[in-house]
């Protein structure tokens, strides 16, 4: 299967769904044709699409052009004489399995000899999902090696993500470059105008060449024309690349995988190496990436916690706030209408998947004309979002959970938290109401606009907050274990402890929400 030639992608157009070949997909994404992928899975959309921006705009510098509007035989001749140029005479850099392990297929470097590759390579999975970035130690949410064998366009899927999102996992198993350390994990930050494939495409090219400029000064060690495609050069796993060699653009791969044919259609061989492909260890992931914001306290790039995406990491990620310079993408383009902010990451742990995150926050135009400006506006509106999560997280940890204390303990005069079973009930009780606000705190955010009043714009957010984190305690009340004579008095003083903190910490919020009930 040959990308540059071959029908290999599922594409939704608004008259028919098709397959396409690879420059085929780039013309019509440029010319914003494509509903949407159906064969592409959404914790592959954006390895795909990062992809698929850097190979474009590798090929549109090495043509001195600009426009992501080109047809499919300008991106045909384009990866053709990029990949000549990279020691690759012929189209086997692009075709999925090659016989010959001495040459580069698609994604897979090749060995530097026949008895290298029958030495290290075993095989690893014989369906793409068992070859995907996702780690699960049973049969439950997604099924293992549910896929075909022979389904082309999601093996390419599958090893695609595989080489450009997955870290460290064990001794041999290499991991990408753009991430902090083994343990990390690649998150997409940007802009989106619009949400399909074609307009985001569009939007981020431009983007992506104007910031090949910083990417080529200093401190960036990369070289203008360096090396793009890296699984053209043999790799027996015993060296690494220099990023001094590279092209900003480069696309890595992490791991010695070949395709071979079998007798039910294809499986993935597999080989460790004692090195990273590139020599990127000190970088912590920094490498200018420009959909990965970059943590200041740490020098390297972002890592997404298990907790994931939550509005906290997302308001700071936002305002450039916390800790951390934005991605390149993320910045919003001056100009009219509502846009979003998106953020996705497949969040790792140590030999574990903790969950593919992603959120879409709709920005208003009003609310994106603040967040482009410098001023007092903008900084009204950071001061409000902090606010507004010092308020949740003050009715949590001062009257609900201390609530849900004395519900489950009984109704002590003083409530014990270093019981860790009462702790864990207590958290999963209090949980719903992390849930409920969670949604309901960018919306919340951006009618601040309307009311220049910051104790009037903090009033509504203060009046959602009590009436979640209430009916949370109402239901606690209804799933404690009984406690025969003491229920009662139990929840007597839940609801007291819950009354009087709200009274005591929020004084004239509470005294507002009275005069209006």
Same mark, same amino acid.
């Given at each position: 299967?040959?990308?540059?030639?071959?029908?290999?992608?599922?594409?939704?157009?608004?008259?028919?769904?098709?397959?396409?070949?690879?420059?085929?997909?780039?013309?019509?994404?440029?010319?914003?044709?494509?509903?949407?992928?159906?064969?592409?899975?959404?914790?592959?959309?954006?390895?795909?699409?990062?992809?698929?921006?850097?190979?474009?705009?590798?090929?549109?510098?090495?043509?001195?052009?600009?426009?992501?509007?080109?047809?499919?035989?300008?991106?045909?001749?384009?990866?053709?004489?990029?990949?000549?140029?990279?020691?690759?005479?012929?189209?086997?850099?692009?075709?999925?399995?090659?016989?010959?392990?001495?040459?580069?297929?698609?994604?897979?470097?090749?060995?530097?000899?026949?008895?290298?590759?029958?030495?290290?390579?075993?095989?690893?999975?014989?369906?793409?999902?068992?070859?995907?970035?996702?780690?699960?130690?049973?049969?439950?949410?997604?099924?293992?090696?549910?896929?075909?064998?022979?389904?082309?366009?999601?093996?390419?899927?599958?090893?695609?993500?595989?080489?450009?999102?997955?870290?460290?996992?064990?001794?041999?198993?290499?991991?990408?470059?753009?991430?902090?350390?083994?343990?990390?994990?690649?998150?997409?930050?940007?802009?989106?105008?619009?949400?399909?494939?074609?307009?985001?495409?569009?939007?981020?090219?431009?983007?992506?060449?104007?910031?090949?400029?910083?990417?080529?000064?200093?401190?960036?060690?990369?070289?203008?024309?360096?090396?793009?495609?890296?699984?053209?050069?043999?790799?027996? @796993?015993?060296?690494?690349?220099? +990023? !001094?060699? &590279?092209?900003?653009?480069? *696309? %890595?791969? #992490?791991?010695? $995988?070949?395709?071979?044919?079998?007798?039910?259609?294809?499986?993935?061989?597999?080989?460790?190496?004692?090195?990273?492909?590139?020599?990127?260890?000190?970088?912590?992931?920094?490498?200018?990436?420009?959909?990965?914001?970059?943590?200041?306290?740490?020098?390297?790039?972002?890592?997404?916690?298990?907790?994931?995406?939550?509005?906290?990491?997302?308001?700071?990620?936002?305002?450039?706030?916390?800790?951390?310079?934005?991605?390149?993408?993320?910045?919003?383009?001056?100009?009219?209408?509502?846009?979003?902010?998106?953020?996705?990451?497949?969040?790792?742990?140590?030999?574990?998947?903790?969950?593919?995150?992603?959120?879409?926050?709709?920005?208003?135009?009003?609310?994106?004309?603040?967040?482009?400006?410098? @001023?007092?506006?903008?900084?009204? +509106? !950071?001061? &409000?979002?902090?606010?507004? *999560? %010092?308020? #949740?997280?003050? $009715?949590?940890?001062?009257?609900?959970?201390?609530?849900?204390?004395?519900?489950?303990?009984?109704?002590?005069?003083?409530?014990?938290?270093?019981?860790?079973?009462?702790?864990?009930?207590?958290?999963?009780?209090?949980?719903?109401?992390?849930?409920?606000?969670?949604?309901?705190?960018?919306?919340?955010?951006?009618?601040?606009?309307?009311?220049?009043?910051?104790?009037?714009?903090?009033?509504?957010?203060?009046?959602?907050?009590?009436?979640?984190?209430?009916?949370?305690?109402?239901?606690?009340?209804?799933?404690?274990?009984?406690?025969?004579?003491?229920?009662?008095?139990?929840?007597?003083?839940?609801?007291?402890?819950?009354?009087?903190?709200?009274?005591?910490?929020?004084?004239?919020?509470?005294?507002?929400?009275?005069?209006?009930?």
């Amino acid at each position: 299967m040959n990308l540059l030639l071959d029908p290999l992608f599922r594409v939704r157009l608004p008259e028919q769904t098709m397959r396409v070949s690879l420059p085929e997909l780039l013309a019509l994404l440029g010319d914003d044709r494509v509903e949407s992928l159906p064969g592409v899975q959404r914790h592959q959309e954006d390895a795909l699409h990062i992809f698929l921006c850097y190979l474009a705009g590798a090929v549109l510098d090495r043509q001195g052009r600009q426009e992501p509007a080109q047809n499919a035989e300008f991106w045909r001749a384009g990866i053709r004489l990029l990949t000549r140029a990279e020691g690759c005479d012929n189209d086997d850099a692009w075709t999925l399995v090659v016989d010959d392990p001495t040459r580069p297929a698609f994604l897979q470097a090749p060995a530097s000899s026949r008895a290298v590759f029958d030495r290290d390579y075993k095989p690893k999975a014989s369906a793409p999902d068992a070859l995907d970035v996702l780690q699960t130690a049973k049969n439950h949410d997604v099924k293992a090696a549910r896929g075909h064998s022979d389904e082309t366009e999601a093996w390419c899927l599958a090893l695609l993500t595989l080489q450009s999102q997955i870290g460290f996992l064990g001794a041999g198993n290499q991991g990408i470059a753009r991430m902090n350390g083994g343990f990390g994990s690649r998150p997409c930050v940007a802009w989106q105008q619009c949400r399909r494939p074609g307009a985001r495409l569009a939007r981020d090219l431009p983007v992506l060449l104007a910031h090949r400029k910083v990417l080529l000064a200093e401190p960036h060690p990369y070289v203008a024309n360096g090396r793009v495609l890296l699984w053209i050069v043999p790799w027996d @796993g015993q060296d690494s690349l220099a +990023l !001094a060699a &590279l092209d900003p653009f480069f *696309l %890595e791969i #992490a791991r010695r $995988i070949r395709l071979v044919a079998s007798a039910g259609g294809w499986q993935a061989l597999a080989a460790t190496a004692s090195v990273p492909r590139v020599a990127a260890k000190p970088q912590k992931g920094n490498l200018g990436d420009p959909w990965i914001p970059i943590n200041t306290k740490t020098g390297g790039a972002l890592t997404v916690p298990a907790s994931g995406l939550t509005p906290d990491l997302l308001r700071n990620l936002l305002f450039a706030d916390g800790g951390f310079t934005p991605a390149a993408m993320q910045e919003a383009p001056t100009g009219q209408g509502a846009g979003w902010f998106s953020a996705a990451v497949f969040v790792r742990g140590q030999g574990t998947t903790d969950g593919f995150h992603e959120a879409a926050i709709r920005v208003p135009e009003k609310a994106r004309r603040v967040l482009v400006s410098a @001023g007092p506006a903008r900084d009204r +509106l !950071a001061g &409000l979002s902090r606010t507004g *999560l %010092e308020t #949740a997280s003050a $009715i949590q940890y001062k009257a609900l959970q201390p609530a849900l204390f004395a519900l489950l303990e009984g109704g002590p005069e003083a409530i014990s938290i270093d019981k860790r079973e009462i702790k864990q009930w207590v958290e999963s009780a209090a949980a719903p109401f992390v849930r409920d606000w969670n949604p309901r705190y960018f919306d919340w955010l951006w009618s601040t606009l309307e009311q220049p009043d910051d104790t009037a714009a903090l009033q509504p957010w203060f009046d959602i907050l009590r009436a979640l984190a209430e009916s949370t305690l109402e239901r606690a009340f209804a799933r404690v274990p009984l406690r025969s004579g003491r229920n009662y008095r139990g929840q007597t003083r839940a609801r007291a402890l819950f009354f009087g903190s709200l009274k005591k910490n929020f004084k004239h919020y509470m005294e507002v929400s009275h005069e209006l009930s």
